[in-house]
Nanobody
């Protein structure tokens, strides 16, 4: 399984970005797809995830600003990030977690938010 992430960049506070991740290969279902992030000197943390059945989780810090969605037919997941803040600056990593089996990770995409 391979995960290809895209959509990061350098933006100003208050701007928006949309991250996308496409999974390819033999993918076990059911599964969760989602995004984690790791800022400088910080541990990797869950930003948001969505199950193949549509159950969604958000980190408290992004609730009301970020929206996750997925297309099961295309094995893609998207993260719409609005009202970005400097504290959102991090490497964002796409994750695929089958309920049976091991996790898969994308290569990471950098999001930098300037104040």
């Amino acid at each position: 399984v391979q995960l290809q992430a895209s959509g990061g960049g350098l933006v100003q506070a208050g701007d928006s970005l949309r991250l996308s991740c496409a999974a390819s290969g033999t993918i076990r279902s059911p599964n969760d797809m989602g995004w984690y992030r790791q800022g400088p000197g910080k541990q990797r943390e869950l930003v948001s995830s969505i199950s193949s059945g549509g159950f969604i989780k958000y980190a408290d810090s992004v609730k009301g600003r970020f929206t996750i969605s997925r297309d099961n037919a295309k094995n893609t997941v998207h993260l719409q990030m609005n009202s970005l803040k400097p504290e959102d600056t991090a490497g964002y990593y796409c994750n695929l977690r089958p309920y049976m089996g091991w996790d898969y990770w994308g290569q990471g995409t950098q999001v930098t938010v300037s104040s």
